[in-house]
């Protein structure tokens, strides 16, 4: 039985998640900065259509799992752990697993997810399959049910648009951190706004309702807090949090507010547009249809000032062919039924060499 050590304790990863049952399993893993997400699955047959509802054994979460957050070390062991949980709350355990596909926030470089298959494979021996992906790419499973083709857009406090065609080629934009020019994110909106309040202040910009709406959510009562209040603690998805502020500002009719919101959409449009045009999604004549994944609170609707629908509005002038979609399982189940569809996809070719 293998031992490991996790907080200067020997860990025993196989009497944390029992002896039980023999179902074989697809675990899938969504990790983010937030949170980590990982499914269980079983194996269930191939057809023209999935079950409905999908047949979802257990599913776990625990904290942050993005290396350059937490290091790897802490990184590895959440992921560990949610995958232990997953599989005691699923009644199963590690000899019923037949593949891991991991997707997870911080895997940029193919020396990432190397490194993240080996330990991998030290947890699960060879016959198991394993695949590690950028996050985005089981946000993208999860509105295509799995399949790997088409365009994700994901605005929350980050954003990142990340593209596949069906013969495997991919490309990404953005998500690269505010710093490197992320500007249709929430912290990307709501920096803007922040900015603009100063501005207004100091007489350098137009005077905004952004100002009061602002500070009377954040309690303070002048624009000079707001300094204090960005030193303080200057976490992006505290400054994020602001942009419904700045969605009701617009709606209320703020010329500012709406500018911004405006700027937002043209980057998010362009985003899609860079990989949509590095893929040829869109086919030869511009006009061929492929789907886009639209991920994260930024994408909400709202009543009148909605984002995610002016993206799409704003895609749609370059590339009629677009089809929107809001996918209706989370990505960690898009991580598991991309699972699937690999070992279904190499299942499939091993029948045809026999
Ligand atoms: N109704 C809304 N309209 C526009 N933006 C919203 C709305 N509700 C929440 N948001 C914004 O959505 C963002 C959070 O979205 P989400 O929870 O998808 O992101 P996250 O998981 O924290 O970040 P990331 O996806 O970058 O890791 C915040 O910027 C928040 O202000």
Redo the contacts with the bound molecule.
Sequence with gaps: MKKRYRNGKIWDFEHEIGELGNREVILGLDG???STVCICMPIFPFSDSFPDPLPVLARAVAGCSNHNSVGETAARETLEQVMADALLKSGSNRSAVRAVCLSVSGVNHSTDELRILNWLREIFPSHVKLYVQNDAVAALASGTMGKLHGCVL?A???TIAFGFTEDGRQARAAGAGPVLGDWG??YGI?AQALTAIVRAYDGRGPVTILSSNILQTLGLSSPDELIGWTYADPSW?RI?????VV?SCAEAGDRVAHEILQDSVEELALSVKAVVQRLGLCGEDGKASFPLVMV???L?A?KRWD?GKEVVNHISKSYPGVLPIHPKVEPAVGAALLGWNFLMTESHKEACKR
Aim: charged share 5%.
């Design positions: 983010g900065t937030t994901i929350g406090t980050g994110s929430g709501a998805a994020a949090a602001l942009v419904p969605v994260g609170g930024v909400e709202n984002i």
